[in-house]
C-alpha cells in the first residue's frame, strides 16, 4: 500500500469540463511534486510545492492549476484540457525539497482520458 | 543539462536467471540516485536509493551500485521470478536540476516461468 493517496484512479472528462485531481500524504513531508506520464515514456515534472508555496512550474499550459491548501494535501485543477493531455498523473512527496538526501514516494496515479 | 539513458530498452530472461539493468547519466554532480518499479498502470515503487558518497546498496534479491566518476549506475536481481515483470526506472536527484529528479526512460523487464 503506498502511503500517497491519489483520487480518483481513473477520470474520464471531455475538454470543456472542470475537474480536480487529489493528492494526500500523512508523512509529515513538505514538498509535493506533480509528474505527468505517457505511455511507455518517464515521468516529467509539472509542478513543485515546497511549505505550501509553488516553488516549480515547469511551464505547464494554464489549464492545469495546482493547489496546495496544506501540507498534506495536492490538488491539481483541470479546465479545458486537450486530448494530448491524457495521461497518468502522478503525486510524489519527500520530506522537503532541500533536503536532497531522501527518496521520493509515489502516489499509484490517476489515469486521465481526454475526449 | 542532465540525461539519463537506460540499456537495455526491454529485456526477457527465464525464471531464476541472475540479470542486471543499467543507467547512464551525463553529469556527475548529482545528490543521489533511485531506482524505482512500475508496474503497467500503476504509480512508481521505490526499490533503491543510493547516495553519491555510497557505492552500493542492498535490498533482499535487489543491489544497486553507483559509479559517480563514470556516471553509471546498475540494478543487479538475483534469481528472478515472475513477479519481478514490470519497468523498472532509474531517476537521479541532479545538483543542476533545482535539485529535482531526472528520469531515465526504463528497461522493461519480462520474467518467463
Known amino acids: 500500500d503506498t502511503e500517497v493517496t491519489q483520487t480518483p484512479k481513473h477520470l474520464v472528462m471531455g475538454m470543456t469540463n472542470k475537474k480536480s485531481l487529489k493528492c494526500e500524504q500523512h508523512m509529515g513531508h513538505r514538498a509535493m511534486y506533480w509528474y505527468k506520464q505517457k505511455a511507455k515514456k518517464p515521468p516529467e515534472l509539472m509542478f513543485v510545492y515546497s511549505y505550501e508555496k509553488l516553488s516549480i512550474n515547469e511551464s505547464v499550459p494554464s489549464r492545469f492549476s495546482p493547489e496546495c491548501p496544506n501540507s498534506s494535501l495536492l490538488n491539481l485543477h483541470l479546465h479545458a484540457l486537450q486530448p494530448e493531455d491524457s495521461a497518468l498523473y502522478l503525486c510524489?512527496?519527500?520530506?522537503?525539497?532541500?533536503?536532497?538526501?531522501?527518496?521520493?514516494?509515489f502516489g499509484d496515479g490517476t489515469r486521465l482520458s481526454i475526449l | 543539462k542532465q540525461e539519463v539513458t537506460q540499456i537495455p530498452a526491454a529485456l526477457s530472461v527465464p525464471e531464476g536467471e541472475n540479470l542486471v539493468l543499467n543507467c547512464s547519466f551525463t553529469?556527475?554532480?548529482?545528490?543521489?540516485l533511485q531506482w524505482f518499479r512500475q508496474d503497467p498502470g500503476k504509480g512508481l515503487t521505490s526499490l533503491l536509493l543510493i547516495q553519491s558518497s555510497q557505492r552500493e546498496q542492498t535490498s533482499g534479491r535487489l543491489n544497486a551500485s553507483l559509479d559517480k566518476s563514470s556516471g553509471r549506475s546498475t540494478l543487479y536481481i538475483a534469481a528472478s521470478q515472475p513477479g519481478d515483470s514490470a519497468t523498472y526506472l532509474c531517476a537521479v536527484r541532479a545538483h543542476n536540476y533545482g535539485q529535482n529528479f531526472v528520469f531515465g526512460p526504463g528497461t522493461r523487464l519480462s520474467v518467463l516461468p
Open positions: 553529469d556527475s554532480a548529482i545528490y543521489n
Open positions: 510524489a512527496s519527500s520530506p522537503g525539497q532541500a533536503y536532497t538526501y531522501q527518496p521520493q514516494h
